[in-house]
């Protein structure tokens, strides 16, 4: 298992992310109109910001960011993965005018155990942590981070060097 924190209290996690140079687990996540999503749908480099909530002003902040930063490139696609209910993500986006970024729930999907996510305890348990994974487009992983304060930004100039 691995570690992050909320205000300095340590919180252990189901399990690692993925190493980097392996294939990452496949994933089945829910689009805002409750479609289903799939990685094979990708075919192109992913971002994968996982995050808490959407309702909270740092996950907030990393979809703007990397919306900004990266939701124009043809080569990639941002994903944003929280337990949030789809409603709460379309909500959001809608408000904010956000076009770059595809926001999907793992509320019915196995995603936060198999990414090793899932907070397993404190006041935010099974609620996912804060991390970004980017995969090439045959689902490789070429850089992972498991943010170590889960209300700490992640690193964005590092997983945007990873899409080269």
Do not use: W
């Not at 941002?78 to 793992?106: H, I, W, Y």
Request: hydrophobic content about 40%; overall charge negative; some cysteine.
């Amino acid at each position: 298992m691995a570690e992050t924190a909320l205000k300095g209290t340590p919180i252990r996690t189901s399990g690692e992310l993925p190493k980097e140079g392996t294939q990452a687990p496949p994933f089945r996540l829910v689009r805002q109109d409750l479609s289903e999503a799939s990685s094979e749908d990708y075919g192109k480099k992913m971002v994968l910001n996982i995050f808490p909530s959407i309702d909270t002003s740092v996950c907030a902040t990393s979809v703007r960011t990397f919306n900004e930063k990266a939701g124009s490139r043809d080569d990639a696609v941002v994903l944003n993965v929280s337990m949030d209910l789809p409603f709460a993500a379309q909500r959001f986006c809608g408000a904010e005018g956000l076009e770059g970024v595809e926001t999907l729930s793992a509320f019915r999907s196995t995603f936060p155990t198999d990414y090793g996510v899932r907070l397993e305890e404190g006041p935010m348990s099974g609620l996912t942590a804060r991390a970004v994974v980017v995969l090439d487009g045959e689902g490789t992983v070429l850089h992972r981070e498991l943010v170590p304060e889960i209300a700490q930004e992640p690193d964005y100039d590092a997983a945007l060097a990873a899409l080269g």
